[in-house]
């Protein structure tokens, strides 16, 4: 009678084991699929770093008066991975730009020719909330197409729905 409970509490260990290793096990399925999401998005930022472009657009700022100046600026824009940022001139890419937009998680969107005799062809960088963050435009389709697919490339969802009001 004695070696019934000995073989009862064994099995019961047993049991305990097949538990913790069951556990255990679910543990490092859900690290093993986390550490996957990270490497896909760590892959994605790598792509994006590839992404090199540089070339003069044109900027649009509100101006309260348009007698006061244009609203459109032209700015030399440079892409580097998945950061925009801009300059006076390209001469002056060895300064800090004066202003630089981080492209990931923002919404890209093609508003086609722009101006009434088609002078520009234009797109928008929103941010996630769909805030306008700077409306640009190339002299040329093919250059604004150029740096939409970059824009995208580097990490901007495209979203021809979300052009922004004005310009």
Known sequence: MVGIPFLGRRRGREGQA????????????????????????????????????????????????????????????????????Y????????????????????????????GGTGRYWALSLLDRGGSLLVRLAAPSREAGERWLGALQQAGAERDDGRVPPGG
């Open 87 to 114: 300059f006076r001139s390209a001469r002056d890419t060895g300064f800090s730009p004066r202003e630089e937009f981080s492209v990931l998680g923002c919404y890209v969107a093609w508003e086609g020719q722009r």
């Open 18 to 85: 097949q538990d913790s290793h069951a556990k255990e096990l679910d543990k490092l399925q859900k690290e093993v699929e986390q550490l996957r999401a990270a490497n896909e998005q760590l892959k994605e930022q790598l792509a994006a770093r590839a992404v090199h472009l540089g070339e003069y657009l044109f900027k649009w700022r509100a101006v309260a008066l348009p007698l006061l100046g244009s609203e459109w600026e032209l700015r030399y824009w440079v892409l580097r991975g998945s950061s925009l940022s």
